[in-house]
């Protein structure tokens, strides 16, 4: 039983789980894992974030690995319109979130990638609230344009995510506070 769905959990995109997952899932607590900005990484920073680019799920279209991926996160850095984000769990960058800036009121979510030896922990769900209270701080609109997978759309909707007015496109708006 269990084999299957961390089988599942692990090739699904955005590092994101299915529907029935919470039935099933153990009860260990939800790491606690700090959003922050990565605009300068240290080398041990830019080492861990190669890492977590190395466990992307083969399912989803390949990011850069190697000496690529190494200057795939530097252009990303140097853009100003591109914003990374790491999810940090006992001083090492387990997580990476890019965002891309549409606007002042608007930001995509281009992607979202957990570690394999973190995730089945709730990481990509403690990110995830915690970039929702950070745009909420801004007022900004968070849109995902990839394609996800029916429950993993439904599941994802308890962060405030609503169906857009493309067919793979979900929207989360600013809440009020």
Not at 15 to 33: E, G, Q, S
Not at 72 to 96: M, T
Request: charged share 25%; aromatic share 8%.
């Amino acid at each position: 039983m269990f084999v299957q769905e961390s089988r599942y959990y692990n090739e699904c995109p955005l590092a994101l789980i299915p529907w029935y997952w919470p039935l099933t899932r153990t009860k260990a607590p939800i790491m606690p894992v700090f959003l922050e900005p990565v605009t300068a990484p240290a080398e041990q920073d830019r080492a861990d974030l190669l890492k977590v680019l190395a466990d992307w799920p083969e399912t989803l279209p390949a990011l850069l690995t190697g000496d690529d991926a190494n200057a795939f996160l530097d252009g990303l850095l140097a853009d100003d319109r591109q914003q990374v984000l790491g999810g940090r769990f006992n001083g090492h960058l387990i997580a990476f979130i890019w965002l891309e800036k549409d606007d002042e009121h608007c930001s995509h979510l281009r992607a979202l990638c957990v570690r394999k030896l973190t995730r089945g922990r709730g990481v990509g769900e403690r990110l995830l609230t915690l970039l929702g209270q950070q745009l909420d701080a801004e007022g900004r609109t968070l849109v995902c344009d990839l394609a996800i997978p029916l429950p993993t759309r439904a599941w994802i909707g308890q962060y405030g995510f609503r169906s857009g007015d493309a067919p793979n496109r979900l929207v989360r708006p600013p809440r009020r506070q």
